[in-house]
């Protein structure tokens, strides 16, 4: 399958697709005898599998160590448990640090007139 097919299965672009390639996300695809990368039904499991990671906030070497497990017949479902609850603990923060920013940003612009003098309580707090 060449990567334009990939690129439309996967929801990904045929330059992330290249990059997660060069980065050994996913094997290298054969090539075809016109050069052309040739992807197999794997690299779009593998593919979809990563996109679906990165939608919820995973970074390429989470999804490394995500693959690697999902590769892994071995594997012990206790150890993805502990990637996943890493990542609900980063969002978690995330998020109360958004909430903080959001209240503070609602502070600034109640203080504010937003008229069209040139006195603004945002840019003082901001130059404090």
Not at 30 to 44: C, F, I, K, M, T
Not at 53 to 77: P, Q, V
Not at 104 to 121: F, V
């Amino acid at each position: 399958m060449n990567i334009s097919k990939v690129a439309k299965a996967t929801g990904l672009t045929t330059k992330t697709i290249r990059y997660y390639e060069e980065q050994g996300l996913i094997p290298s695809a054969s090539r075809q005898a016109n050069g052309y990368r040739d992807y197999s039904e794997l690299h779009v499991r593998e593919l979809n599998f990563i996109g679906q990671a990165r939608e919820l906030g995973f970074s390429l070497k989470e999804c490394a160590d995500l693959l690697a497990l999902y590769r892994d017949s071995d594997r012990k479902s206790a150890d993805v448990k502990v990637v996943a609850l890493k990542k609900l603990v980063d969002v978690e923060e995330k998020i109360s640090q958004l909430q903080t920013i959001r209240q503070s940003l609602k502070q600034l612009t109640q203080c504010c007139h937003g008229d069209d003098m040139p006195d603004c309580p945002i840019l003082d707090k901001l130059s404090s």
